[in-house]
């Protein structure tokens, strides 16, 4: 039997809290200000990708959670794939007196890829960015290369531009760069998860039955029409990358959700700015919104600082970020306002115990919350929640983990 030459690699989702929106270059995918993210546990939310090379492969194929999606010629999934060969291809040509490189001119092969999110991509959490992360990590890994997270960042990022955020763990910048040719726009880290790790997040799943406006799109709409973009991209965002970093350097929490709130505030802002205009939020978003500004007023009139940040990206899900002391009764007042629907909750901390699963029965208000901030909604308002928290970078799976059964078509 002839070696089979696979890898499988998962990758995580990362939520930015200086959000990216804008390109100077749709092609390779080039932002017109610098962002920045905080990774989120694989244990609870993960793409994963297994990849293989087989020189009896006619032709590159790539199945989604089972199906099978057309790599499109100029595609932004074809020409991460191209990338991936073609510093597959450097490394052969680099390394002729390697056995294994020459008896292996894999990038020569044609693959096949099979990605799986564990999410439902209903829940209009961003799958792009870890999916196109575990792509790029499963090929790496596939074609034994000795690139750093940052290299293979340039590459995710052409997949999807929040991408190259999802190949670092913990606390991530994406530079913006000055180059034309994009070889200086990639992420780094600002620290790693185990930094800071009391970082959680609630992220409150709201439903939406509209369609809304892609961030591809939407964005481009904005670079084009918005005036307080350039406010925005010039005098903002510089010295906001500044400054959260160093708090969350210094496990500033106050400082990070007042940064935190106002970039999305900002973001939603230039949506409203771009002709013709672009709503994300929903009564729902709003609501969560009126529930953290009271909860933050309370905190610092007992003088500690502002205890959650609210950030939502190119739809209503809200995701609330909190130092873990204080996601319990954080939990307790958004069932107060969005009560759930029973067994659906997933305690992972264990913090509610047995009775997690009537989370209802949790609700209840800090002392001296002014309830009117907003009205109780129907059950199913906010139709999930997810407790997680700061996580890890993309992580190499055993063959046990694979999505390609022996034939090399999706298990
Ligand atoms: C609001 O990365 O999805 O989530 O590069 O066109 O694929 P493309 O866009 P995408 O945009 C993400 C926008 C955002 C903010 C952020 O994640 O920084």
Redesign the pocket.
Known sequence: MSTIYQATASAPVNI?VI???GKRDTKL?LPTNS?L?VTLDQDHLRSTTTSRADPSFERDQLWLNGKEDEIKPGSRLETCITEMKRLRKEYEDQNPNEPKAISLLISSYKVHIASYNNFPTAAGL?S??SGFAALVASLAQLYNLPASPSTLSLIARQG????CRSLFGGFVAWQMGSDPSGSDSLAVQVAPQEHWPQMHALICVVSDDKKGTS??SG?QRTVETSTLLQHRIKDVVPWRMEKISKAILERDFDTFARITMADSNQ?HAVALDTEPPIFYMNDVSRAIIALIVEYNRLSVEAGKGYKAAYTY??GPNAVIYALEENIKEIVQLIVSYFPQKPGEFKDVWGIFGESAADLNTHASLPQGFNSAVAKKFEVGAVKGLIHTRVGDGPRKLGPEESLLAENGLPK
Do not use: L
């Not at 999807?160 to 991408?163: D, K, M």
């Open positions: 930015a959000k990216y929106w995918i962002s993210s961003a792009s960015a999807s531009g929040s991408a961030s591809t964005m973001f990206d190119a």
